[in-house]
């Protein structure tokens, strides 16, 4: 059972690009939360989908969006790209029932954003 | 011993020594607690979770403390072991939602064999 997936795991970018990172769920799960992490940081919650809209959000700008497809992967774009954008950026799924429980909720490995 | 790094507190213990990592959170709306562990090139993996109803919660070698009067939370491990070694992170999770961790800024253990 494959559990969260992301691609790519490493990116390079230039300032003012736009980029697309992609996860995959782990089997069974219907919901997905994106994460930023920088380095000596912990992660920062992005936004969460579930049911192919955005539920909750974080306090990112207005550059960072997503989208949930009806097999519930999901993407993260990121816009007019900045020095600071260079991150680990974290998928996790969920069950949308399972309530506030950590219960089943899953990290994937990341993608590492590097800006420059 | 614990010191503040550049980045990251970091703890340096033994193997075979008891390890303890602590976390102040600030959200005293926060119900819900968790410990995660994160090693190089990895997301975070779930260790132990408490809720506010409780004090104290044990796993396999692991504690976690919750003390709600000074918002501390703190995370025993026993018998470390070189596998421990990672950064440990506290979330915290705000009553009424779903589940959508808050992260605090993170340990380094570095267990020396």
């Known amino acids: 059972d494959a559990g969260v997936t992301q691609s790519p795991t490493h990116l390079i970018k230039t300032r003012g690009q736009q980029v697309t990172l992609r996860c995959s769920p782990k089997s069974g799960h219907d919901t997905v939360s994106w994460y930023q992490q920088a380095l000596g940081q912990g992660p920062q919650f992005i936004f969460q989908?579930?049911?192919?809209?955005?539920?909750q959000r974080g306090n990112f700008p207005d550059r960072f969006s997503g989208h949930q497809f009806p097999n519930y992967s999901s993407e993260l774009n990121v816009n007019a790209l900045l020095l600071g954008d260079s991150a680990l950026y974290l998928c996790a799924s969920s069950f949308g029932a399972q309530g506030a429980s950590n219960y089943g909720y899953t990290f994937g490995s990341g993608t590492r954003l590097t800006v420059v | 011993g614990e010191s503040v790094g550049l980045h990251l507190p970091t703890l340096s213990v033994q193997e075979g020594d008891n390890s303890i990592i602590n976390c102040a959170y600030s959200?005293?709306?926060?119900?819900?607690f968790i410990w995660y562990k994160q090693e190089s090139g990895k997301g975070p993996q779930f260790i132990i979770d408490i809720r506010s109803n409780m004090d104290k919660r044990q796993g396999q070698r692991v504690t976690v403390l919750l003390n709600k009067t000074v918002k501390h939370l703190s995370l025993q491990i026993a018998a470390t072991q070189p596998g421990d070694s990672a950064v440990y992170f506290c979330a915290e999770n705000i009553a009424g939602g779903s589940y959508i961790p808050t992260f605090g800024r993170g340990t380094s253990l570095i267990v020396h064999p």
């Open positions: 959200n005293s709306a926060s119900d819900y």
């Open positions: 989908y579930y049911e192919e809209e955005e539920r």
